[in-house]
């Protein structure tokens, strides 16, 4: 057991049993709520689980951040939503959890967040920082935006989407790309956390090859609806933690069809960017889907974004498994020689490697 005290901070405590003594394998645990002052003897980490949208446990809340600001910080969330989020990440979570996540898994992640020793920040690191977590966060409403209303209604505001792009690629240019993933890697929601993935890579990617300021919004704009189809995938296939069956992948695969349907009767998207959302899965030997399509057939920009696709697949981080090492998933890209654009690929990892 680790020296120092896990503070639960809930305003729910009497159904917060089972977290607490899962809590209490890595440490000793104190429940606090609004009315309750700061231990007094040294903190390990704190896991909040309260309504962000309410403001009245925010206050005790924040003071016990006053009191100790280089705590570790696990939010288990009402609600996934952009304002939720934000919130969470204002307040400066590590990592954002559903509140329905299995007890051992909220463990896991907590002793993943506490294990590591922090690297002393380099001067200006900071103000980087906040950049590249106000540009996540923009770009992350313009996601869920586009997610709702995919699923609600069917369409989508096409001149919305262009609030995403000079966020991220501000973000990119001046926080780099290691920010930008430390800093995505909060979002718990894996669409709304690959599809930043995706961009944050293909604004390094734009920005690293010299393309003009037009190309770089094409291709981000293209990489943040590219999985908008997964709006009208059953939660319970989208949000599976283990692998699919024959018969959920199926269903999953239909994502593509699916974005690129809702794009084309929404209006307002060029060419490029309907190709990427239905093609990001096309393979240049001919098994990928939902088309088949092989070799030249397959656009470049495509191509672009599908390198960057499988990376980000790799890299993301879920409450179930740590992030691939990058060079673990560079050698799995090389290793879909045919499969990929080889040039693209060592292209690729010269961006990442620059980064």
């Known amino acids: 057991m680790r020296v120092g005290t896990v503070v639960l901070y809930t305003d729910q405590p009497a159904r917060r049993a089972d977290l607490l003594l899962a809590l209490q394998q890595i440490a000793s645990c104190a429940v606090l709520d609004a009315a309750a002052m700061p231990p007094a003897g040294p903190c390990l980490a704190l896991v909040a689980d309260l309504d962000l949208l309410q403001p009245s ?9 006053a009191a100790f600001p280089d705590l570790p910080r696990i939010f288990l969330m009402r609600s996934m939503g952009a304002r939720s989020l934000s919130a969470a990440r204002g307040l400066g979570a590590q990592l954002c959890l559903p509140e329905d996540t299995p007890v051992g898994t909220v463990v896991e992640a907590l002793r993943a ?22 540009a996540a966060d923009k770009a992350g409403a313009v996601i869920a935006n586009l997610l709702d209303a995919a699923r609600d209604s069917g369409t989508v505001d096409a001149a919305l989407v262009n609030d995403g792009l000079e966020p991220i690629l501000g973000a990119i240019g001046q926080g780099g790309l290691t920010a930008w993933l430390d800093t995505v890697r ?13 961009a944050g ?13 037009a190309d770089r919004q094409q291709l981000v704009r293209a990489a943040l609806v590219h999985d908008v189809g997964k709006a009208k995938i059953p939660l319970a296939i989208l949000n599976k933690a283990g692998p699919l069956d024959a018969a959920e992948r199926a269903v999953m695969r239909a994502h593509a069809a699916l974005g690129h349907q809702i794009l084309v009767q929404a209006g307002g998207f060029d060419d490029a960017v309907l190709r990427v959302v239905r093609h990001h899965h096309e393979l240049l030997d001919g098994s990928g889907y939902p088309d088949g399509l092989a070799g030249e057939a397959i656009d470049d920009i495509v191509r672009l974004i599908t390198v960057c696709d499988v990376y980000a697949a790799l ?12 060079a673990e998933a560079m ?10 654009d080889g040039a693209l690929v060592r292209a690729f990892e010269r961006s990442v490697a620059g980064s």
């Open 57 to 65: 446990p925010l206050v005790g809340l924040r003071t016990l951040i």
């Open 113 to 134: 967040q506490v294990s590591p020793v922090p690297d002393t920040p380099k001067p200006g690191a900071r103000g980087r920082s906040a950049l590249v977590v106000q």
């Open 186 to 198: 909060a979002y718990d929601d894996a669409t709304y956390q690959h599809c930043l993935l995706v």
């Open 201 to 213: 890579l293909a604004a390094t990617f734009a920005i690293d090859l010299g393309f003009s300021v």
């Open 315 to 326: 890299v993301e981080r879920r409450p179930y498994r740590a992030p691939m090492p990058a």
């Open 331 to 340: 050698a799995i890209l090389h290793g879909m020689d045919g499969k990929l």
